[in-house]
C-alpha cells in the first residue's frame, strides 16, 4: 500500500524522480523521462477531469473553474495530517490507506527499487481512487492508486518538476487558464 510519494527534478539524469513509499519494506524510485511526462500529463489531466465528482456535471469553461477549486482545496488538504483532514472532513482518520501522508519517510534508509518508466495507464472514476499502472523499461508493472486530493497534489509536484527542468515541454494546465480567463 503506497503510504508517501516525492517528486523532484534530477538534472544529473535529465529525468524527473518519482519516489514511493509502501508500507512493504521497500521504497520505488521511478525515472520518468521528457517523452515520458509528454504522454503522461494528458492522461493526467483527464483523471483529474474523471476522478471529480462536481466537475463531471459542470459544462465548458466551468468545468475548469471547478477543477481549478477542487485543486485549491485539495492542496489546501494535502497541507494537513492525517488526523486533521479527517477533522476536516467530519469522519474518523483514515490513516494507514493508499491516500496517506504524502510526505517524505522520516526513518532510515529502506532498500529502493529503481526503474525507468515507459508506459501508463490510469484508471478513474468520480469519487473513486485513481489506479496507475506503469510500465518498466524492464517489462515489470508497477501499480498505485491516488485519492482525488493526492492526484491533484501529484500533478502539482509533476508540473513543479517539468518546470524546474530545462525541458522545452508546455503543459496545458486548465486551473490555470480558468485563471487568467477569470483575471481578465
Known amino acids: 500500500m503506497l503510504r508517501s510519494f516525492r517528486v523532484a527534478y534530477d538534472r544529473e539524469q ?21 517523452r515520458f511526462m509528454r504522454q503522461l500529463w494528458p492522461v493526467l489531466i483527464k483523471a ?21 477549486f477542487e485543486r485549491d482545496v485539495a492542496l489546501q488538504r494535502a497541507r494537513l495530517s492525517p488526523e486533521d483532514r479527517a477533522r476536516a472532513a467530519g469522519h474518523a ?14 526513518e532510515g534508509p529502506r532498500p529502493r527499487r ?3 518508466a515507459v508506459s501508463a495507464s490510469v484508471r478513474a ?11 518498466t523499461a524492464d ?20 508540473h513543479q518538476a517539468v518546470s524546474r527542468s530545462e525541458w522545452d ?15 481578465a
Open 114 to 116: 529503481s526503474m525507468v
Open 139 to 158: 517489462r515489470r508493472r508497477f501499480t498505485f492508486t491516488l485519492d482525488l486530493d493526492n492526484l491533484h497534489l501529484f500533478a502539482e509536484l509533476l
Open 48 to 68: 483529474l477531469s474523471a476522478g471529480s465528482r462536481i466537475g463531471q456535471q459542470a459544462k465548458g469553461p466551468f468545468s475548469h473553474e471547478v477543477l481549478a
Open 14 to 34: 535529465d529525468r524527473i524522480l518519482l519516489l514511493l513509499a509502501s508500507d512493504d519494506e521497500h521504497d520505488y524510485a521511478l525515472w520518468l523521462s521528457r
Open 169 to 183: 515541454l508546455s503543459l496545458h494546465v486548465p486551473w490555470e487558464a480558468s485563471r487568467q480567463s477569470s483575471s
Open 125 to 135: 472514476a468520480p469519487g473513486r481512487p485513481t489506479a496507475f499502472i506503469f510500465g
Open 93 to 106: 482518520s483514515e490513516a494507514g490507506t493508499a491516500a496517506a501522508e504524502p510526505r517524505p519517510a522520516k
